[in-house]
Structures are given as structure tokens and as C-alpha cells.
């Protein structure tokens, strides 16, 4: 079977790599769909984003799809930036080419916003809302969670976006200091797929 994986977020495309593997699916990507237009995410929720997301591009390429609504949420903040992580910092993405500065902004206004902000109250939490669905609705849903706090400064090289300002505690190191494949057994997105994989199995024995 086909299913669509639409993401445009390289780093989301590099974790799935590991975290898909073993199923006996064909994965097309949006390379495959170079036609296929950015699907706006403007829910209030990951799980509403995922959804929107999955059926957007089911609808533009006839495959059944895939997709990862996720972000960063930081108690001391509200909650923020959640939904609005991928455009925190007031840039958007135009082209992939332009992830790591976005990137980049978007911590330094975490880390301005913490600024001063005492340790105890330094909690978050990573969230992946993740939603396969057809053109006209959702089929399987899925949500995991990595909880942890925000470091005074970046730690690490690995992983992407809010990786090297997220600190796992009981591990004393932050996620872009995790080895790739240590990221993908513990983070948000694995305890998503950890959900979502019992329920694909039974899918698609249907
Ligand atoms: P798609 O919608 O095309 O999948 P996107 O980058 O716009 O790509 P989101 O809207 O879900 O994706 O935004 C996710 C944001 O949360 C973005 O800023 C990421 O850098 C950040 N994020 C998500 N997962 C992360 C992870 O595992 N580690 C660090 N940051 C993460």
C-alpha cells in the first residue's frame, strides 16, 4: 500500500526514517507531488493541524497520507509557543533551505523570553499529534509527549529545531545531544508512532 508521509520539515523526514521502518508500506514523500501546494495550518490544536494537514494533501494527490502536527510547549509561557512553533520568531519558511535560521530565531526568542526564569519553572514538553487520513477524513490519530525543560542555552549539535534547548534531566543532557537513534526511542514523535503503529498493523490487514 501507498500512503503519502507530508511533511516539508527535513528534520520530521529524518526521525520518520527511523521511526517508519518495518512496516510493510510504500512511502512516497512530497517529492513525489512537487504540484502539491502547502496546506494551511491555522487549528488551534496539534491534533487539529495533523488533521488538516493529512486531509489537505490526501485531497490534492489521491493517496492516502500521513502527516506530524508538532511543537514545543512551555509551561512558564502559557503553553506558547505550541501551534505556533514552526513560526515563533515571526519568520515563515519559504524554502527548506532557510530551516536553520528559522530555527535559530525561534530558540533565541525562547531563550529571550526565559530569560531569568527560575529553574523550577522551567518545564515543557515536546507534543506530536500525528493523523493518517483519507481526501475526505481522519482515520487513525495519534498523540505522544516528551516532557522536559528549557536549558539558559543551547547544548548539542544533533537533531532540529528547540532540540539543543530542551533538556531531558534524568538523562543530564539535552535531545541535540541524543545520538539519532536515541532521540527516536524516547522523543514525542516515538511515543506518537508507538501509539499509531498498533493500529496501522490492523489497518492494513483490513
Ligand atoms: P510540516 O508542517 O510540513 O510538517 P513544519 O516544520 O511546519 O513542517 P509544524 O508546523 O508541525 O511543522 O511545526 C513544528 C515546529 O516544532 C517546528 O518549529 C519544529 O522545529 C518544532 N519541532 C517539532 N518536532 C521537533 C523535534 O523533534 N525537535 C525539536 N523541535 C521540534
Same mark, same amino acid.
Given at each position: 500500500m501507498d500512503i503519502l508521509l507530508a511533511t516539508t520539515n527535513a528534520g520530521k523526514i529524518r526521525d520518520f526514517e527511523i521511526l517508519l521502518s518495518g512496516f510493510s508500506i510504500n512511502w512516497l514523500s512530497l517529492k513525489d507531488f512537487p504540484e502539491a501546494e502547502e496546506v494551511e495550518e491555522? %487549528?488551534? /490544536?496539534f491534533t487539529e493541524n495533523a488533521k488538516r494537514k493529512a486531509i489537505g494533501y490526501a485531497r490534492q494527490t489521491g493517496i492516502l497520507t500521513l502527516a506530524d502536527d508538532s511543537g514545543l510547549e512551555i509551561d512558564a509561557l502559557g503553553?506558547?509557543?505550541?501551534?505556533?512553533s514552526a513560526r515563533f520568531s515571526g519568520a515563515h519558511k519559504d524554502?527548506?533551505?532557510?530551516a536553520f535560521r528559522i530555527d535559530e530565531e525561534n530558540i533565541k526568542k525562547v531563550l529571550r523570553l526565559m530569560d531569568g526564569v527560575p529553574e523550577e519553572n522551567r518545564t515543557a514538553r515536546f507534543v506530536s499529534s500525528l493523523c493518517l487520513a483519507d481526501s475526505e477524513k481522519p482515520i487513525l490519530e495519534a498523540e505522544g509527549f516528551l516532557p522536559g525543560r528549557i536549558l539558559n542555552e543551547k547544548r548539542g /549539535?544533533? %537533531?532540529?529545531?528547540?532540540d539543543p534547548v530542551f533538556y531531558l534531566p534524568e538523562r543530564g543532557q539535552s535531545v541535540a545531544e541524543l545520538a539519532r537513534e536515541e532521540k527516536n526511542r524516547i522523543s514525542h514523535r516515538a511515543n506518537a508512532v508507538k501509539t499509531l503503529r498498533p493500529m496501522l498493523e490492523e489497518f492494513l490487514k483490513r
Open positions: 491555522d %487549528g488551534e /490544536t503553553g506558547a509557543p505550541g501551534v505556533s524554502h527548506s533551505s532557510d /549539535t544533533g %537533531g532540529f529545531g528547540y
